[in-house]
Nanobody, 121 residues
Framework: EVQLVESGGGLVRPGQSLRLSCATSGFTFDTYAVGWFRRAPGKERERISCIRQSDSNVYYEDSVKGRFTMSKDGAKNTVYLQMDNLKPEDTAVYYC??????????????WGRGTEVTVSS
């Protein structure tokens, strides 16, 4: 059974940082594309990053490029999202997702319960 467990969210002030973690299990880590997406109140879900295991390139959505960094630890089957210079518009529930990597990038086959990030002064 595929499981994804996010952690690390919280309440921070604008300009501060958070590091999210996503512990995964139930699949062969290096054969799946894994990514992060978020859902802000009243908005559609938004893909913000994706690592394709086939080439380990990382995709970032424009609004987080240069501020967020996604990484992975294959030994721990865990992915991370380092979020720097947070802005109020980053407030959302953050989810990690996973799907078999057929070279088409990240989809929403599996996702966790999410971790809430609130950026407010």
């Amino acid at each position: 059974e595929v499981q994804l467990v996010e952690s690390g969210g919280g309440l921070v002030r604008p300009g501060q940082s958070l590091r999210l973690s996503c512990a995964t299990s139930g699949f062969t880590f290096d054969t799946y594309a894994v990514g992060w997406f978020r859902r802000a109140p009243g908005k559609e879900r938004e893909r913000i990053s994706c690592i394709r295991q086939s080439d380990s390139n990382v995709y970032y959505e424009d609004s987080v490029k240069g501020r967020f960094t996604m990484s992975k630890d294959g030994a721990k089957n865990t992915v991370y999202l380092q979020m720097d210079n947070l802005k109020p518009e980053d407030t959302a529930v953050y989810y990690c997702s996973a799907n078999p990597d057929y070279g088409l990038g990240c989809r929403y086959d599996y996702w966790g319960r999410g971790t809430e990030v609130t950026v407010s002064s």
